[in-house]
């Protein structure tokens, strides 16, 4: 008898089975691309271990869950999780985990990235000099270290940040849910971050008190000459007040690596505004994400199946029984 595992992402049989380090016998089911929810259902409805959709295509709500007798963890490979109803998975005692910080540097570095891009025009004066153009007085631009810089939620990623532009010399505001503390940075009320910085980077997850947290309000609040980065998740931003705002001339610019659907439609109005800089949902995308992030799920689903209690549990269930699935009975799988 074999570990059974339902994985929900594209990610190669050989990748899945390296994860368990040749220490169990492992039945690995896959499902086809979305959507496929009665694939979906039937996969994860006899496995012991279910590793969600990085894509958060595949969803697992209530009655998916429901289904899930044998589910020691949900693990998601990824920080995101809100393709996975965690409350509903947390009455039924299923224990659901993410990947918290795997990317944290990765996407601190893409912020900084398209922070200094938009400040200094970069992306847009080299669309130009390709095109043979020399818009020398066009590309006058702001000193990161000069400004005040804003981190909406001072969470792994936006500690991350916080640190990279404290190092910059800029002034650090940021605000946040519960207290926190960060030498050289100040915690004050989202208000005011809004109001005070030059940049505002968004570092929060997506849940029902963070959608639409920065819409027409929000945005109004902005300095006219701001720039808004949004790498966390897409509907955290309301984004057809952020086009009004831009084209407007309310702000200077946005960086956005996510967006209320993906992939961003060929005619979103942000596509033809030159002081936006986008990218395609890449910002944790690094090799040494990748890594980490393979380290992590594999790390935590061999803690399930030998007893121990995960790490990174996002909906309080520590562990869902005390059975241990059988060790692979080859020679040597345990070395």
């Known amino acids: ?22 220490r169990f016998a492992v039945d690995v ?26 894509r958060h295509q595949h969803r697992l709500d209530r009655s998916v869950l429901e289904a899930m007798g044998r589910c020691l963890i949900v693990q998601q490979p990824a920080v995101g999780f809100d ?24 996407v601190a570095d893409w912020t900084v990235m398209a922070a200094l891009s938009l400040l200094r025009r970069g992306s847009w004066g080299d669309r130009r000099m390709h095109d043979g153009a020399w818009p020398k007085r066009e590309m006058l631009g702001r000193e990161l270290g000069s400004l005040t810089v804003g981190v909406v939620g001072l969470g792994n990623v936006g500690r991350a940040v916080a640190t990279r532009v404290l190092a910059f010399g800029s002034r650090v505001l940021f605000a946040d849910t519960v207290s926190r503390s960060l030498v050289g940075a100040t915690q004050v009320a989202l208000d005011e971050v809004l109001a005070a910085s030059d940049v505002v980077c968004v570092h929060v997850p997506l849940d029902d008190r963070t959608r639409r947290l920065i819409g027409r309000d ?37 960086g956005l690596d996510v967006y209320d659907r993906e992939p961003l439609a060929a005619d979103s109005p942000l596509r033809g505004l030159d002081q936006v800089f ?58």
Request: proline share 9%; with cysteine; aromatic share 2%.
């Open 218 to 254: 929000a945005l109004a609040r902005m300095r006219p000459d701001g720039i808004l980065v949004n790498a966390s998740r897409g509907p955290v931003v309301d984004e057809a007040a952020l086009v009004e705002a831009l084209q407007g001339g309310h702000l200077a610019g946005a």
């Open 1 to 22: 008898m074999s570990v059974r595992v339902a994985c929900l992402s594209p990610y190669p049989e050989d990748v899945i089975r390296g994860l368990f380090q040749g």
């Open 278 to 335: 986008l990218s395609p949902h890449v910002a944790g995308d690094t090799e040494q994400a990748e890594a980490r992030l393979l380290e992590m799920v594999g790390s935590n689903l061999l803690r399930v199946l030998d007893g121990d209690e995960p790490l990174h549990i996002v909906n309080g269930v520590m562990r869902r029984g005390t059975a241990k699935p059988p060790r692979d009975p080859r020679p040597n799988a345990e070395e």
């Open 83 to 106: 393709a996975i109803d965690h409350e509903a998975a947390a009455e039924l005692d299923i224990p659901v985990a993410n990947a918290a910080g795997y990317n944290a540097d990765a």
């Open 29 to 54: 089911t896959f499902v086809p691309d979305p959507p496929c929810p009665d694939e979906v259902r039937l996969a994860v409805a006899e496995a012991d271990l279910v590793i969600g959709d990085r």
